[in-house]
């Protein structure tokens, strides 16, 4: 991890068990800082209006930025780190209302309507009591997070040490062409060995797997607001065109219609 970040204080907001608090609001600015591996009873609903959040949980890796919520239940440990300067809106749902809510965790496109739905419950001044209007409203939002549904846009990882090393390396240089046998050869091992690992390890081949490191990448720098060219550029790719037809292929629409889409 980066040397400049500094530890996140954990809000203890997800600790509070109380059922007439349903959900509990929260927002800050963060800048530079990682909250180390932890876990809460309560589940978490993730958001940032600007910035970008790395979570880690187990074995994958999600990038949380302006086009895409997080969801993670309540016991699950995760690591949250808060690349430069991060609008971070969160929301904690008392277990006694958690039945029928997602049991897995999973980024996802945030709809305008629990968007909003969000703000304002982070509005609501819940240190005392909730009002039957201001329960109403969280029940709506607990309905809304029924129905979100998990986007491809995570990657796993591994504590294989051989594979691990492969990792990095792909992580360290995402335009990187080089092939399967290259790596193969400075791990010492076979293609054949390392292909057998990234689907034993990871569940998708190498190819698969660059290809989805290289979308979360894209992701993020959309969320940077960067241009499709300099992303298609930056990644490794001949042109904007073989970028652009890579991305809807896996997410079912063009970079520029990704993010239309999310500002809906």
């Not at 277990?95 to 305008?112: A, C, E, H, N, V």
Request: charged content about 20%; some cysteine.
């Amino acid at each position: 991890m980066n040397s400049e970040y500094q530890t996140y204080r954990l809000v203890d907001f997800g600790f509070q068990i109380n059922s007439d608090f349903p959900v509990i609001g929260y927002s800050e600015m963060v800048t530079n800082s990682i909250c180390i591996s932890h876990s809460h009873p309560r589940a978490q609903l993730l958001y940032a209006t600007t910035g970008v959040m790395n979570v880690v949980v187990n074995n994958q890796i999600w990038v949380v930025n302006p086009l895409q919520g997080l969801w993670i239940p309540g016991g699950v440990e995760h690591q949250v780190s808060f690349q430069k300067n991060v609008k971070l809106y969160s929301v904690f749902i008392d277990p006694s209302f958690t039945d029928g809510l997602p049991k897995t965790t999973f980024s996802f496109g945030i709809s305008s309507f629990l968007k909003q739905l969000l703000f304002k419950i982070i509005s609501f001044n819940t240190v005392d009591t909730v009002s039957i209007s201001e329960k109403r409203i969280m029940m709506v939002f607990l309905d809304e997070v029924t129905l979100i549904q998990p986007s491809i846009t995570f990657l796993p990882t591994t504590n294989h040490v051989r594979l691990k090393n492969v990792v990095q390396l792909l992580l360290n240089d995402v335009a990187s062409k080089q092939t399967i046998e290259y790596y193969a050869e400075i791990s010492s091992m076979s293609s054949r060995n390392l292909s057998r690992l990234f689907i034993k390890e990871l569940g998708m081949n190498f190819s698969d797997w660059r290809i989805r490191l290289k979308l979360l990448e894209a992701i993020k720098r959309l969320g940077e607001q960067q241009s499709v060219k300099e992303i298609a550029f930056d990644l490794g790719y001949e042109s904007s065109s073989s970028f652009i037809y890579m991305f809807k292929k896996h997410l079912g629409k063009t970079p520029s219609n990704y993010i239309l889409k999310s500002k809906d």
